[in-house]
T-cell receptor
Framework: QKEVEQNSGPLSVPEGAIASLNCTYS??????FFWYRQYSGKSPELIMF????GDKEDGRFTAQLNKASQYVSLLIRDSQPSDSATYLC??????????FGAGTRLTVKP | NAGVMQNPRHLVRRRGQEARLRCSPM?????VYWYRQLPEEGLKFMVY????????ESGMPKERFSAEFPKEGPSILRIQQVVRGDSAAYFC?????????????FGNGTRLTVT
């Protein structure tokens, strides 16, 4: 079982719709959860992080964490073509290593 | 530029040569991580270092790969006797505290091509 799993996609949504990206993790001791965005040929950039169960909102982005289900998600409201990228879920545990999922490729169609 | 600096951006090596990848963390950051990314794949953890210490190298191949982060100067990822399978993007990231709550900030990566 992979440590961090994501649906590889591609996920395609029309402009203005909500994009929902999902991630599950295997280590119940995981403490912190991050979402990174990576444009093709570029480096990952941090979008959001979440540490506690529930929702965390930042602009058009909402991260949701459910530790009991070992599940973390990212919602992107009012999706824009510029949101088209690969979204990487990352998880850290007690050893402080950050492990990444394979990423979900999102395409927002105008 | 106060971000994570990696060089070179692109590196071409013939099979059997050595590759040296450099990473200078963000100012004030003393924790460095190296990741490898193959095309269309996610980031694979390789090694986590602090100044003069290797904290976790569980993702490093047992042979040919080594990493260091000396007291002075950048972190170095060294690949000896490169093979075609080493061709990938190698990303360095740094964090301020190294704690589990500390986000990583990534450099632009080094694209290694082995011919």
């Amino acid at each position: 079982q992979k440590e961090v799993e994501q649906n590889s996609g591609p996920l395609s949504v029309p402009e203005g719709a909500i994009a929902s990206l999902n991630c599950t993790y295997s280590d119940r001791g995981s403490q912190s959860f991050f979402w990174y965005r990576q444009y093709s040929g570029k480096s990952p950039e941090l979008i959001m992080f979440i540490y506690s169960n529930g929702d965390k909102e930042d602009g058009r982005f909402t991260a949701q964490l459910n530790k009991a289900s070992q599940y973390v998600s990212l919602l992107i409201r009012d999706s824009q073509p510029s949101d088209s990228a690969t979204y990487l879920c990352a998880v850290t545990s007690n050893n402080n290593d950050m492990r990444f999922g394979a990423g979900t490729r999102l395409t927002v169609k105008p | 530029n106060a971000g994570v600096m990696q060089n070179p951006r692109h590196l071409v090596r013939r099979r059997g040569q050595e590759a040296r990848l450099r990473c200078s963390p963000m100012k004030g950051h003393s924790h460095v991580y190296w990741y490898r990314q193959l095309p269309e794949e996610g980031l694979k953890f390789m090694v986590y270092l602090q100044k003069e210490n290797i904290i976790d190298e569980s993702g490093m191949p047992k042979e040919r790969f080594s990493a260091e982060f000396p007291k002075e100067g950048p972190s170095i990822l060294r690949i000896q006797q490169v093979v075609r399978g080493d061709s990938a993007a190698y990303f360095c990231a740094s964090s301020e505290t190294g704690g589990s709550n500390s986000p990583l900030h990534f450099g632009n990566g080094t694209r290694l091509t082995v011919t």
